[in-house]
């Protein structure tokens, strides 16, 4: 079975901060991990995934995530926040078949001016 | 760019109406799901689509059903809506087999049910 958590249900940072979201793994087999973001009233857009190629996934909007196996981490940063990142944020794992998305249960990004 | 659209932005129905999701996708996608979205549970999946015709239940099935006529369009199905239903409802659409697997998401519908 495969599960994923997210510590922090909200985060908050000052814009130009660095942004550290939080997601941790199981999974019994190799997983794909995968960021989400989703920005008020829309659907998810995938901001980066790991498919068991390098361990430092680069995303869009200057996100980056590093798959720790002996941590079963995949946790978000981006090293300096802006305003526009102000969003909730999924981490989600997935085995080979990608049949069966798991969903953390999201964290809440706020950027303060 | 993949384009998952889904019929409504927001909808609001009564206690015991049947109600249809509709969500089209344009590349063709052999696997689509559909997901309700509920503060602090994340997203839970309902069922899913791997080909015309083709279902399989996925978390939280119960009170729902689905349809897959054409490959392009998977429509969920609330056979008699009741106020716990009230939810944001996101469809995906997936890349094809021997791709990196990757979910595209469509702007979602949020349904209220009085």
Not at chain 1, 27 to 44: D, E, I, K, R, T
Not at chain 2, 58 to 84: C, H, M, Q
């Amino acid at each position: 079975a495969q599960s994923v958590t997210q510590l922090g249900s909200h985060v908050s940072v000052s814009e130009g901060a660095l942004v550290l979201l939080r997601c941790n793994y199981s999974s019994s087999v190799p997983p794909y991990l995968f960021w989400y973001v989703q920005y008020p009233n829309q659907g998810l857009q995938l901001l980066l995934k790991y498919t068991s190629a390098a361990t430092l996934v680069k995303g869009i909007n200057g996100f980056e995530a590093e798959f720790k196996k002996s941590e079963t981490s995949f946790h978000l940063t981006k090293p300096s926040a802006h305003m526009s990142d102000a969003a909730e944020y999924f981490c989600a794992v997935s085995d080979r078949t990608g049949n069966q998305f798991y969903f953390g249960t999201g964290t809440s990004l706020t950027v303060i001016p | 760019d993949v384009k998952v659209t889904q019929s409504s932005r927001y909808l609001v129905k009564r206690t015991g109406e049947k109600v249809f999701l509709e969500c089209v996708q344009d590349m063709d996608h052999e696997n689509m799901f559909w997901y309700r979205q509920d503060p602090g549970l994340g997203l839970r999946l309902i069922y899913f689509s791997y080909d015309v015709k083709m279902k399989e239940k996925g978390d939280i099935p119960e009170g729902y059903s689905v349809s897959r006529e054409k490959k392009e369009r998977f429509s969920l199905i609330l056979e008699s809506a009741s106020t716990n239903q009230t939810s944001m409802y996101l469809c995906a659409s997936r890349e094809p087999q021997g791709a990196p697997e990757t979910q595209y998401f469509g702007p979602g519908t949020r349904l209220l049910v009085l």
